[in-house]
């Protein structure tokens, strides 16, 4: 029976990987889990941080609240208690497809300028 590869996710992150996924400084994550408890990352001796995916996907919600949202800390944080994650979950997916299908639009308006300019 052939070896077949599995399709292995990684386990740990490192702040930087992290930081690059949200386009957001090391700071500021490091500012996000003093505020908010469900940013728990690992910590080795050294004190370098690895978070799992549990912890990037508290940092996509706590990103979307306050930068996309535009909460405040202490309104993400109430918005954080009183919703069901699934709930943010869901708006996130909306807010993506809506953002992908304006590009598509903006895409489209561009294509017709150009035809129309080239006329």
């Known amino acids: 029976m052939p070896y077949k590869k599995k399709n292995v996710e990684?386990?740990?992150?490192?702040?930087?990987?992290?930081?690059?996924?949200?386009?957001?400084?090391?700071?500021?994550l490091r500012f996000w889990e003093k505020e908010f408890n469900i940013i728990k990352p690992f910590k080795?001796?050294?004190?370098?941080?690895?978070?799992?995916a549990k912890d990037i996907e508290m940092i996509r919600y706590i990103y979307y609240l306050t930068k996309t949202k535009g909460l405040t800390l202490n309104g993400t944080k109430l918005y954080l208690k009183n919703k069901k994650l699934e709930n943010i979950e869901n708006e996130i997916t909306i807010v993506e497809k809506l953002q992908n299908l304006k590009k598509e639009l903006e895409d489209i308006l561009k294509e017709i300028n150009n035809i129309t300019s080239d006329e």
């Not at 490192?14 to 957001?24: A, C, D, L, R």
């Open 44 to 52: 080795n001796k050294k004190g370098d941080r690895f978070y799992t």
């Open 10 to 28: 990684k386990v740990f992150y490192s702040i930087g990987e992290v930081s690059k996924i949200f386009n957001v400084n090391p700071s500021l």
